[in-house]
């Protein structure tokens, strides 16, 4: 098993939020599969630490609870959307780093994940 890059803090609030903008509503376990997709772990408790970074985005406005554990896109300024989604393309590419994956494959398994 390749390893997985560990991700918390504004990074795992990037990316989640990047995902969520990419993709539509989200539950809990679904965003932990897909940070597991893209290469990543959260250490500690991984749900709670996924709850309360998506806590920090709605209290600024950018997810909104859709119902208990499924989120969903909210509203964002443009320039803040291409700052957190400019982060979480960085942080995909750490992971595939460190994961040792070669750029080609990674960035086609990214391909894919945003189609």
């Known amino acids: 098993m ?23 509503p989200q539950t809990i376990p679904d965003l932990l599969d ?11 408790r991984p749900a709670k630490t996924v709850s309360d970074a998506l806590r920090w985005e709605r209290e600024r406005g950018r997810v909104r609870l859709v119902r208990r554990g499924k989120y969903a896109p909210a509203e964002m300024p443009r320039t803040t959307e291409q700052r957190i989604h400019r982060r979480a393309m960085e942080l995909r590419a750490r992971a595939g780093i460190a994961a040792g994956r070669d750029d080609e494959h990674f960035w086609d398994r990214v391909a894919l994940y945003l189609d």
Do not use: K
């Open 34 to 44: 897909a940070l597991e997709y893209q290469g990543f772990t959260v250490a500690g």
């Open 2 to 24: 390749s390893e997985l890059y560990e991700i918390r803090g504004t990074g795992l609030r990037s990316v989640i939020t990047d995902h969520l903008f990419r993709v539509g």
